[in-house]
Nanobody, 113 residues
Framework: VQLVESGGGLVQPGGSLNLSCVAS????????MAWYRQAPGKQRDLVAM???????YYIDSVKGRFTTSRDNAKYTAYLQMNSLKPEDTAVYYC????????WGQGTQVTVSS
């Protein structure tokens, strides 16, 4: 198994979650890592990414609310999600950016009152 996501759950609007993605060394080391999400009936879309030097990119709808980071020693990427909205409900996945490998199982995030 190369990618394992965790940390999802059910949270009320305005709440927070912190997702983790543990990757194998060959998948993680030296590569930009990205978070994606797939809502029911929709395609999987990019949410955020972090380069090996920890520069970051976010889609407009999550800027100021989500923060992605990485621990290069632990081959782990993180997605801190604050001020969650119902439209953030989706299965969240991590993978390399630009050169994806086999997808993990993802972690479900549900934002609902």
């Amino acid at each position: 198994v190369q990618l394992v996501e965790s940390g999802g759950g059910l949270v009320q609007p305005g709440g927070s979650l912190n997702l983790s993605c543990v990757a194998s060394e060959s998948v993680f080391k030296g590569y930009p890592m990205a978070w994606y999400r797939q809502a029911p009936g929709k395609q999987r879309d990019l949410v955020a990414m972090t380069s090996p030097s920890s520069s970051t990119y976010y889609i407009d709808s999550v800027k100021g609310r989500f923060t992605t980071s990485r621990d290069n020693a632990k081959y782990t990427a993180y997605l801190q999600m604050n001020s969650l909205k119902p439209e953030d409900t989706a299965v969240y996945y991590c993978n390399r950016a630009y050169s994806e490998v086999a997808w993990g199982q993802g972690t479900q995030v549900t934002v609902s009152s």
